[in-house]
């Protein structure tokens, strides 16, 4: 049987991280077994316009790498056929009309059993779940009705999907009995939480998929991030390529326990990605993800500062902070006690030939020497009239990077 699974996101102009999770599980699992999966979206209870959200849907699945087979469709648009199979459900004695809305009849008796791939055999008995709503008195269809119609007339193998659906589930499955049609699988995978044990929120950081690519996070070390949340493949593996991810991809290996979204690891292994490319992939990542961000910023410049930045930051997002001063003016700084070095490191470097890093070093080094400084105490207000910071990437090559006009105007500033 070839396995065909459904990322149905509602279309809400908001991507949370742990959807994203569940859908990457499913994108997993759908190219492991060399099987199909589509992108459904979840209209029936938005009235709103949502042209704009599924765009910025689709956007964010493509930017992580999460693609999809066929087109997008729409719940919405089967709203007839939904209609139409409430009908016959109220011509077969199977559902009802109440107050102009048409109600689905539970049964009173039995249980509703199936066997989940990520938590077992789950059993709910039928007399705690009440008659479904299936189309309301204004001729919409519910989620719970419209969602696991769409699972039948998609021929869905797999409802692969977040563990606060279980409650759905149940009633779910009788709908798909009832219309006579076979019932997928199901799989609920974990919720995300955060390092407290409570449900990943905006209390925790950031939880859209935007605010990750805005952050600077790179795309592959999110998607590996996200997979191991709630599956390993062992217990050791933890840097995996997309390729590795697929090949090993087990859902029976999801966890149902939560899961925890480890800020602090996702930056370890952004860092880890970041390191992992080559000057020339990190200096083409940070001149895309600058230009995305609005930064009008002299690619050539950011391409040359990259290998400065490349082994000291997590995130792209530090870039700006980290070695903006070659970009823009740095407001003059308090130079405490640092007036001398800095007017003699202006003086040694007017005339300085070739104006290379290492020719910036050595003369720097001779004024230290001739001022009786410690490196750390002679460089460090150098570095505080040059970059506006105490923190910087490597002095000598920042220098060279800014030229001698900027360095010598910004060693002549003085805080007023
Ligand atoms: N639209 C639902 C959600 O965003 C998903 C429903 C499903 O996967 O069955 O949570």
Known sequence: MSVVVRMAPSPTGFLHIGNVRTFLFNWLFARHEGGQIRLRIENTDTAREVAEATDFIQDSLRWLGIDWDGDVTFQLDRMDDCRRVAEELVAAGKAYEDEGAIRFRMPDEGVTVWEDVVRGRVEVPNETIEDLVLVRSDGRPTYNFASPMEDVWDGITHVVRGADHISNTPKQIQLIQAVGADVPTYAHCPDVNGTDAKKLSKRHGAVGVDEFRNAGYLPEALMNFLALLGWAPDGETTIMSREVMVERFDLARVSPSPAQFDYAKLDWMNGVYLR?????????????????????????????????????????????????????????????????????????????????????????????????????????????????????????????????????????????
């Open 276 to 416: 992992a490319l080559t000057p020339d992939e990190f200096a083409h990542a940070l001149v895309l993800y600058l230009g995305e961000q609005g930064y009008e910023w002299d690619a050539q410049l950011v391409r040359a500062a990259a290998p400065l930045v490349q082994e000291k930051i997590a995130k792209l997002g530090e870039f700006p902070a980290f070695a903006g001063f070659l970009f823009h003016d740095v407001e003059p700084q308090e130079l405490d006690g640092g007036v001398e070095v800095v007017d003699a490191a202006r003086e040694a470097l007017a005339q300085l030939e070739p104006f290379t890093a290492d020719s910036i070093e050595a003369a720097l080094r001779r004024v230290l020497e001739r001022l009786g400084l410690k490196p750390r105490q002679g460089f460090q207000p150098i570095r505080i009239a040059v970059t506006g910071s105490k923190v910087s990437p490597g002095l000598f090559e920042s220098i060279e990077l800014l030229g001698r006009e900027k360095t010598l105007a910004r060693l002549s500033a003085r805080a007023s």
